[in-house]
């Protein structure tokens, strides 16, 4: 944010970073905010903490480089097998996933916000989606309207109106249309 000076000067108005503002742990993030959407409540900090050292373990070897270089599809998929473990042995449920946009991803938008939209129609569902501009960013999706884009975000967004969206280079936010993570909720077979 910028604002003019006594003197005409432009000045940067300083802001504090936010936690996670500088590391590449938004995978995590995103994943321990899926699973509270799929669990149905909020976990609580220490439950919190003991889940974010578990997905931590699934990139233990990529330490430091991925607290700059981020979590790409590789880390994320080692990230959502742990976050499946864990949510049987902790929370009574199963995580499958899938990548339902890898090799089909629709070219068109209006084509693209459908088929995401089908794919949260159903319950206990929501979407992890690679965000590129104007910052590379994991987030959870959790509904598509005509209009606008639901997240249950570790950043600010919230609600964000889809045309401020787009696939390709130039629109306000470029979604990957290719890193998307469908997760399901499913029962565990009682023995």
């Keep these: 944010m910028t604002t003019t000076g006594a003197r005409g000067k432009t000045k940067r108005r300083r802001e504090a970073y936010a936690q996670g503002g ?6 995590v993030y995103a994943t321990i905010n899926a ?8 976990l609580n900090e220490e439950p919190a903490i003991e889940l974010f050292k578990h997905l931590v373990g699934a ?3 990529k330490f430091p480089e991925v607290l700059w270089e981020g979590t790409g599809v590789p880390e994320m998929r080692a990230i959502l097998d742990r976050a499946d473990s864990h949510a049987r042995k902790h929370f009574g449920f199963g995580v499958a996933r899938s990548e339902p946009m890898l090799k089909s991803a629709p070219r068109r938008a209006d084509l693209y916000w459908t088929r995401l939209a089908a794919l949260l129609a159903e319950p206990d569902r929501v979407l992890i989606v690679g965000l590129k501009d104007p910052w590379e960013h994991w987030s959870v999706l959790t509904g598509v309207t005509p209009r606008t884009l639901k997240f249950f975000d570790s950043l600010t967004i919230k609600v964000a109106r889809r045309a401020d969206f787009s696939l390709r280079e130039g629109a306000t936010y470029r979604i990957d249309p290719h890193q998307v993570f469908l997760l399901r909720r499913v029962k565990i077979p009682r023995s």
């Design 22 to 27: 500088l590391d590449g742990l938004c995978g």
């Design 59 to 61: 990139i233990r070897g």
């Design 35 to 42: 699973l509270q959407r799929l669990r149905g409540k909020a």
